[in-house]
């Protein structure tokens, strides 16, 4: 079945940084999705990538989609403390609403 | 504007019993999903419904059953609970249509003793 690989699983941010995150593939996707979930909270949505090429910012994110179709990235400049939490993608193949899959996460911590 | 709301937020129940979980959307949107949560899994697709009295299985459907009466409501119920089902579920909307863009519900965390 489809899968997502994104990297990096956990990352360590100073205020102030920026951030750097990806999700492949070996399979082509229609659309990205990126969300942010925090502890005991659900996932909320940040960018919606629909073409292949575009870029879309959100504030100090910004997230592309990959001219092969099979990878996204989303980039958080000057990172801040409540910019820690759980980055997911999701990619969306064929043309079903339910064909929707998730990465696995990208863990943002606070530098000791 | 409530927007998308989970319940129970927590809930413990024994090996066997029947639970149902409720999901319940105020924007009219036309597709409603479940998802559970695992560590080592991340989200994987339970159930999705395109309109009311219309479902679909997801990636893992087995020990779940659906019903959608309503365009609001979209419940969750295992008839037979069972330790793996113990996880986060969560319930999520989207307009459907040429948007794919999926809002998400506070989540359920259900344990299974």
């Known amino acids: 079945g489809q899968q997502l690989n994104q990297s990096p699983q956990s990352m360590f941010i100073q205020e102030g940084e920026d951030v750097s995150m990806n999700c492949t593939s070996s399979?082509?996707?229609?659309?990205w999705l990126w969300y942010k979930q925090d502890p005991g909270e659900g996932p909320v949505l940040l960018i919606a990538?629909?073409?292949?090429?575009e870029l879309t910012s959100n504030g100090r994110l910004t997230a592309q989609f990959g001219i092969t179709r099979k990878d996204s990235f989303l980039n958080i400049s000057a990172s801040i403390p409540s910019d820690v939490g759980i980055y997911f993608c999701?990619?969306?193949?064929?043309?079903?609403?339910?064909?929707?899959?998730f990465g696995k996460g990208t863990k943002l911590s606070v530098k000791p | 504007d409530a927007g998308i709301t989970q319940s129970p937020r927590y809930k413990i129940t024994e090996t066997g019993r029947q639970v149902t979980l409720m999901c319940h959307q105020t924007w009219s949107h036309s597709y409603m999903f479940w998802y559970r949560q695992d560590l080592g899994h991340g989200l994987r697709l339970i159930y999705y419904?395109?309109?009311?009295?219309?479902?679909d299985k997801g990636e893992v459907p087995d020990g779940y059953v659906v019903s959608r009466s309503k365009t609001e409501n979209f419940p969750l119920t295992l008839e037979s609970a069972t330790r793996s089902q113990t996880s986060v579920y969560f319930c999520?909307?989207?307009?459907?249509?040429?948007?794919?863009?999926?809002?998400f519900g506070p989540g359920t965390r259900l344990t299974v003793t």
């Open positions: 999701a990619g969306l193949y064929g043309g079903s609403q339910g064909n929707l899959i």
């Open positions: 399979s082509i996707f229609n659309t």
């Open positions: 990538l629909y073409k292949a090429g």
């Open positions: 419904s395109a309109a009311a009295d219309i479902t």
């Open positions: 999520a909307s989207s307009t459907g249509g040429p948007s794919y863009e999926q809002y």
